[in-house]
């Protein structure tokens, strides 16, 4: 789950690479950016008790964090969307190169921060994913006659 997606760990053939979201470095850890009381926005839609994150918050720390936010879960959604593919194409689905690359696909997706939690984790995740291709089986099952 998301903490620990934030911790850098259960993903598999990666070792931990602890976000710079982790309780050790925003102090009140999740609360900070999901409680934030609402500035601009309504307070309806983010922040408070909704647990939506604010990207006001962010602001403290980051310039520009929506348009980065966006640019950096578009990235890690077309990764994900690639190795979909590649996973869909192997006939073969009992390798541990093909289990590995599956058990990332499924963590980051349904982690369901598209990354966010941690970036560096799921795109070296992703990376070590989408380089199992060479090790992956993609020959078709031969047919009994």
Same mark, same amino acid.
């Given at each position: ?5 934030? @911790? ?6 990666? &070792? ?5 979201? &982790? ?13 934030? %009381?609402?500035?601009?926005? #309504?307070?309806?839609? !983010?922040?408070?008790?909704?647990? =939506?994150?604010?990207? #006001? ?23 994900? @969307?690639?190795? %979909? ?9 009992? =390798?541990?190169? /093909? ?5 990332? /696909? ?7 921060? #598209? ?21 992956? #089986?993609? !020959?078709? @099952?031969?047919?009994?006659?």
């Amino acid at each position: 789950g998301q903490p620990e997606m934030i @911790a850098g760990t259960g993903g598999a053939g990666v &070792d931990p690479i602890p976000s710079t979201h &982790d309780r050790s470095v925003i102090p009140g850890g999740c609360v900070q950016c999901h409680m934030a %009381k609402p500035k601009s926005e #309504d307070p309806s839609i !983010t922040g408070g008790h909704t647990f =939506s994150p604010n990207m #006001d918050a962010c602001q403290q720390c980051h310039q520009q964090p929506k348009e980065k936010l966006e640019q950096a879960q578009e990235e890690i959604r077309q990764q994900l @969307a690639e190795l %979909k593919r590649m996973l869909d194409k192997a006939p073969n689905r009992t =390798s541990k190169a /093909y289990r590995n690359a599956l058990r990332n /696909y499924e963590w980051i997706k349904n982690e369901r921060s #598209d990354g966010f939690h941690n970036l560096k984790y799921a795109r070296a995740l992703l990376e070590y994913s989408l380089q199992l291709k060479s090790e992956i #089986d993609f !020959t078709p @099952a031969t047919q009994p006659k």
